[in-house]
């Protein structure tokens, strides 16, 4: 069984930036595909943004191309997201997730518990 926790969340003003980490724990995750999702009171959950378990490819939502940055340490066990020129519209709840293939997120292993992220203008 595979532990994700996220942290890094908080609350910034409009073009600030944060960093979000999600660290697994139980086994090792190198060989599993990791993504970050995200959900926005009353709206359903969103795709963010993914990276094979290589390191790249990496895979972005039209929303956040450019500004967000996946990356990860397998060494580390650990996914991050850098989140740059943040806009209140990215105001969300942050997850992370661990998938067999970095292209289909359609049954995620892995869920972590999220973290909060609040952008204010």
């Known amino acids: 069984q595979v532990q994700l926790v996220e942290s890094g969340g908080g609350s910034v003003q409009a073009g600030g930036s944060l960093r979000l980490s999600c660290v697994a724990s139980g086994r090792t995750v190198s060989s599993y595909a990791m993504g970050w999702f995200r959900q926005a009171p009353g709206k359903e959950r969103e795709f963010v943004s993914a990276?094979?378990?290589?390191?790249?490819?990496?895979y972005y939502a039209d929303s956040v191309k450019g500004r967000f940055t996946i990356s990860r340490d397998n060494a580390a066990n650990t996914v991050y997201l850098q989140m740059n020129s943040l806009k209140p519209e990215d105001t969300a709840v942050y997850y992370c997730?661990?998938?067999?293939?970095?292209?289909?997120?359609?049954?995620?292993?892995?869920w972590g518990q999220g973290t909060q992220v609040t952008v204010s203008s």
């Open positions: 990276i094979s378990w290589m390191g790249g490819p990496t």
């Open positions: 997730a661990a998938s067999r293939d970095y292209t289909d997120w359609s049954q995620p292993y892995y």
